[in-house]
C-alpha cells in the first residue's frame, strides 16, 4: 500500500513538472495493465531525464562561452583580467603575499618579501 502510493505521488508530480507529461499512462492504465504502464512511465522517465542533461549541458556551454567572450572583451579594451578575490583586492598572480612561515626574516626582523609585497600592494579602503 505504501509503495503505491509512493508510485502515485511521483507519477503526479512528474505529471506536473515533466515537458513530457502527454506521454505518461493514465491512472486507469496503472490499474488495468501495470506492468506495460511501469515500463512506459520509465521509458519517459529516461526521456525527460536526457532533455533535462542536455538543457543542463547547453546551459553550461553558454556559460563558459560568456565567459570567454568577457575575458576577449576585457583583453581587447585594455581592462584588467584579474577575477575572483585577487582581482577585487588588485592582486597580479605574481603579487600574492607569501605565508609569515614561508618567508625569511633578515636582521632587522622584517621579511624582505612581505616589505616589498606591502609597498607594491594599493590597499582597501587605507586599512588592507
Do not use: C
Not at 583586492?89 to 603575499?97: E, F, H, M, S, Y
Not at 607569501?98 to 622584517?110: K, L, N, Q, S, V
Amino acid at each position: 500500500m505504501l509503495s503505491s502510493l509512493a508510485i502515485y505521488t511521483f507519477v503526479e508530480s512528474f505529471k506536473r513538472n515533466s515537458p513530457f507529461s502527454d506521454l505518461v499512462p493514465s491512472t486507469s492504465d496503472f490499474l488495468s495493465h501495470p506492468f506495460q504502464s511501469m515500463k512506459l512511465l520509465v521509458e519517459v522517465f529516461r526521456l525527460s531525464t536526457s532533455h533535462k542533461s542536455r538543457e543542463v549541458a547547453e546551459k553550461r556551454t553558454r556559460d563558459v562561452d560568456d565567459v570567454e567572450k568577457r575575458r576577449k572583451f576585457r583583453k581587447a579594451h585594455g581592462m584588467p583580467t584579474h577575477t575572483g578575490i585577487a582581482g577585487w583586492l588588485g592582486w597580479n598572480d605574481t603579487d600574492v603575499p607569501d605565508t609569515p612561515a614561508a618567508t625569511t626574516e633578515d636582521e632587522g626582523g622584517e621579511s624582505p618579501n612581505l616589505a616589498e609585497d606591502m609597498r607594491k600592494r594599493k590597499k582597501f579602503l587605507g586599512i588592507f
